[in-house]
């Protein structure tokens, strides 16, 4: 394997949910240029909504998530990472490694206690 070879990824990013429509807008846009300028290409986007955050991160509560599947150099990846550190609306993030792009999200009702 090289590094130019491309892998199928899946990002959760977490953009602040301070900002207006118009801006959250952007700064998702900003995370997808940032995979096509590099030579990826983003196959599919689940956006999860605005939702609390586990604990608080750097004073904010809530933040909007998105789910992002796209395939991308293996070589690209760590200026991506870069790109992200410098974001100031990206709350948090995370890409792993995956096998298929999953079209539907299911989740597991809680059992009840």
Do not use: C
Not at 19 to 32: G, V
Not at 36 to 49: D, F, L, P
Not at 53 to 72: C, D, M, P, W
Request: charged share 30%; hydrophobic share 35%; net charge positive.
């Amino acid at each position: 394997m090289t590094n130019q070879e491309n892998h199928l990824y899946e990002g959760m990013y977490i953009i602040s949910a301070t900002l207006s429509e118009e801006s959250r807008k952007k700064a998702f846009d900003k995370i997808l240029q940032g995979i096509t300028e590099k030579s990826g290409e983003v196959h599919k986007v689940h956006e999860m909504g605005r939702k609390k955050l586990a604990y608080s991160i750097n004073g904010k509560r809530e933040g909007y998530y998105y789910l992002v599947y796209f395939s991308s150099p293996a070589a690209a990846m760590k200026n991506l990472w870069e790109e992200y550190q410098l974001h100031e609306d990206l709350i948090r993030f995370m890409t792993l490694k995956t096998e298929k792009v999953l079209e539907k999200l299911e989740f597991k009702p809680l059992k009840q206690a």
